[in-house]
């Protein structure tokens, strides 16, 4: 059975799944969602996620949800090469310390973000609201990206290793979609290098990237 995905591809986590598929060159369908639409919540849809987000895949039959889960169990279940999600079970386990540390950390310096600077407006949030969740989310990058800073001045790869990994898919997604509400990657030299060499190694980026790459073109004009 082809795997089906469903998706926004302004989504962090969904582009994350996506390349990994596309890395390794895996048929599947996408199911393309609109999250600020609201059309993850219908009740078509929460057949398949329950929950209301993306990225869910189903696998014949058997329906799967968040993001990095995913991802592990499509690196297990397609025998993916060693370096995505490494059999050595220490390699594996700062494979999994990293993916646990981005959904506590940068990703919720990102999420304060979205909340002031893009949904604020559109959901009319107070200003007090809007000013303290774009302080929060100030603060949580600036000391999530100075963590990462430090890692990658000793490191090729976020966890190591000599080829990157799912936690560096996943957190290269984060760090590139900061631009789009009002973070930046700026002044964390390492966590630059590191980006622009995973754009290239990562041969789908551009693929995976195309509309945010979009989005972000038009915002200049």
């Known amino acids: 059975m082809v795997l089906q995905l469903y998706l926004d591809w302004l989504s962090e986590p969904c ?3 996506a390349i990994l598929l596309l890395e ?19 009740d078509a849809y929460k057949q398949i996620n329950p929950v209301g987000k993306v990225p869910a895949l189903v696998d014949d039959g058997f329906n799967l949800s968040e993001s990095h889960t995913i991802m592990r169990y ?4 397609r025998n993916f090469p060693d370096h995505y999600y490494p059999n050595d079970i220490k390699q594996r386990a700062r494979v999994d310390s990293w993916l646990d540390w981005h959904h506590t950390n940068l990703r919720q310096g990102a999420i304060r973000l979205i909340k002031a600077n893009i949904y604020g407006p ?18 949580i990058l600036k000391s ?14 976020i966890a190591g290793g000599d080829q990157f990994s799912i936690a560096d898919i ?7 979609m900061l631009p789009v509400f009002g973070g930046s990657s700026e002044g964390y030299p390492n966590v630059q290098a590191w980006l622009k060499r995973l754009s290239t190694e990562i041969k789908t980026w551009d693929q995976a990237n195309a509309k945010l790459n979009q989005y972000l073109a038009s915002k200049k004009k």
């Open 74 to 77: 499509l690196c297990v279940s």
């Open 15 to 17: 582009r994350a799944v």
């Open 170 to 176: 996943a957190l290269a997604c984060e760090v590139a």
């Open 24 to 42: 390794n060159n895996i048929e599947h369908q996408v199911h393309e969602l609109s999250v600020i639409k609201g059309e993850t919540h219908s």
């Open 144 to 157: 999530s990206l100075s963590f990462m800073e430090e890692t990658l001045s000793k490191n090729n790869y």
């Open 122 to 139: 559109i959901k009319n949030l107070s200003q007090v609201t809007i000013d303290e969740s774009r302080k929060e989310g100030d603060n």
